[in-house]
């Protein structure tokens, strides 16, 4: 079975302009995470949907970042304009939703690698 | 709000030496543990989990990890390393109620020596 396929793997941008990334799921995951990991640190969390609606977007810099899920599957996340300092991995993640709340895993893609110049 | 402390930002060992990697966290109950791996380039790779009961939990690629409630401590520990153990090593904390939010330490990186 497929993992979370992310791509682009990597950019390299001019600082002010745009950039998206996509995700793709594992198939049956409801539940999207995209995470924000700068170097020498941990994965911190941007935006969590469960299926196509963001359930939590408190760290998200709604400035000038963006996310959507359409169709509650593949998702995109957007920033523009870039900034140098968004120079980072962006992390997708995916886990199964819904019904027993206990504990789902979450299935790590390998990340975009964003540098901003 | 949860967090995590990995207090050894890069450890070093020998091959065939044994590892401890320290992950202490704060919570206001009990948590959710997870050790993470990242190799270069790679996404986040699940080690091991610990919800509850026993506290000796074990994992993936021979490693384990322990859980100290009076010590607010999670340690990944490893008999024998291998040299493909070499990778950056994160600990996380969830909250109970689900995976909703996952959050991490800075990460330990480990680099192992022939």
């Known amino acids: 079975e497929a993992g979370v396929v992310q791509s682009p793997r990597y950019k390299i941008i001019e600082k002010k302009q745009p950039v998206a990334f996509w995700c793709n799921p594992i198939?049956?995951?409801?539940?999207l995470y995209w995470y924000l990991q700068n170097l020498g640190q941990g994965p911190e969390l941007l935006i969590r949907y469960e299926n196509e609606e963001a359930v939590d977007d408190s760290q998200l810099p709604k400035d000038r970042f963006s996310a959507e899920r359409l169709k509650g599957v593949d998702s995109t996340l957007k920033i523009q304009p870039a900034e140098l300092g968004d120079s980072a991995v962006y992390l997708c993640?995916?886990?199964?939703?819904?019904?027993?709340?206990?504990?789902?895993?979450?299935?790590f893609g390998p990340g975009t690698r964003l540098t901003v110049l | 709000a949860q967090s995590v402390t990995q207090p050894d930002i890069h450890i070093t060992v020998s091959e065939g030496a044994s590892l401890e990697l320290r992950c202490n966290y704060s919570?206001?109950?009990?948590?959710?543990l997870f050790w993470y791996v990242q190799s270069p380039g790679q996404g986040l790779q699940l080690l091991l989990k610990?919800?509850?009961?026993?506290?000796l939990v074990q994992g993936i690629k021979g490693f384990e990890a322990e859980f100290k409630r009076s010590q607010s401590s999670f340690n990944l520990r490893k008999p024998s390393v291998h040299w493909s153990d070499a990778a950056e090593y994160f600990c996380a904390v969830g909250a109970k109620g689900g995976s909703e939010k996952l959050v991490f330490g800075k990460g330990t990186k480990l680099t192992v020596n022939p």
């Open positions: 919570y206001g109950a009990t948590p959710y």
């Open positions: 198939s049956g995951h409801n539940t």
């Open positions: 993640a995916s886990s199964l939703g819904g019904g027993d709340r206990g504990y789902n895993e979450q299935f």
């Open positions: 610990y919800f509850s009961g026993d506290t």
